[in-house]
């Protein structure tokens, strides 16, 4: 029986980690954690926040994921959105999910990332 999501693996170029570095950390708030050292030696970088864990693998023949995206969870979207924006990461907000503030954005390899929060009924 499935009981949670451990992690979210999205691919990136060779070469790329300290621009997902610099993202995912100085950008998103993240924190890098350490990959096991054999798996280390592959290239790319894992990154933590809370539960949440995003795992940036390297392949050679990368093209990054303009649809497939992982769904992240925030508090004050519209702070988070504007941190974002103001650290020169692209916001493209979006109404279309009833229920929920929502907004993609893409990290420095092409990668597309959904940002959303539930709107509590008033």
């Known amino acids: 029986m499935i009981s949670a999501v451990d992690h979210v693996q999205l691919a990136a170029p060779p070469g790329s980690e300290e621009q997902l570095r610099t993202y995912y950390v100085g950008v998103l708030g993240m924190t890098e954690i350490p990959k096991p050292p054999v798996l280390a030696a592959r290239g790319g970088c894992w990154f933590q926040a809370g539960a949440v864990q995003l795992h940036l693998g390297v392949e050679a023949a990368f093209r990054p994921a303009k649809k497939a995206h992982p769904g992240l969870r925030v508090t004050g979207i519209e702070q988070y959105g504007a941190r974002l924006e103001s650290l020169g990461a692209q916001v493209e ?30």
């Open 93 to 122: 907000w979006d109404e279309n999910l009833p229920g929920h503030k929502r907004f993609y954005s893409c990290d420095p390899v092409g990668n597309r990332l959904e940002f959303l929060e539930p709107v509590t009924a008033v």
